[in-house]
């Protein structure tokens, strides 16, 4: 069973920055895509940033260029560089990975990150 394992999560002020990484417990091939998502207290699970095998990124919107995702995809391993933090990115994050030729994708047990005012 291949698990994502994630790190860099913690207690941060506001403005301040984090580093999240993810890697997987075991080699898997044909990855399409990964991503992180996060999921604050109450609220439903959203795309952060994601990133494909051929390196083209996608992050959502409401971010303003404060985060960046970097990775490699053939290693299975994805960052989330995050800076100018804010009350409002406090959450549990997700690591992310689909490979089309599992057919199926994977989710990472989450870390906490919490922003304070």
């Known amino acids: 069973q291949v698990q994502l394992v994630e790190s860099g999560g913690g207690l941060v002020e506001a403005g301040g920055s984090l580093r999240l990484s993810c890697a997987t417990s075991?080699?898997?091939?044909?990855?399409?895509?990964m991503a992180w998502h996060r999921q604050a207290p109450g609220k439903e699970r959203e795309l952060v940033a994601s990133?494909?095998?051929?390196?083209?990124?996608n992050y959502n919107d409401y971010l303003n260029g404060r985060f960046t995702i970097s990775g490699d995809i053939a290693k299975n391993t994805v960052d989330l560089q995050m800076n100018n933090l804010k009350p409002e990115d406090t959450a549990v994050y997700y690591c992310y990975l689909y490979s089309w030729g599992l057919g199926r994708d994977f989710w990472g047990q989450g870390t906490q990150v919490t922003v304070s005012s």
């Open positions: 990133i494909s095998g051929n390196g083209r990124t």
């Open positions: 075991r080699s898997v091939s044909s990855v399409h895509m």
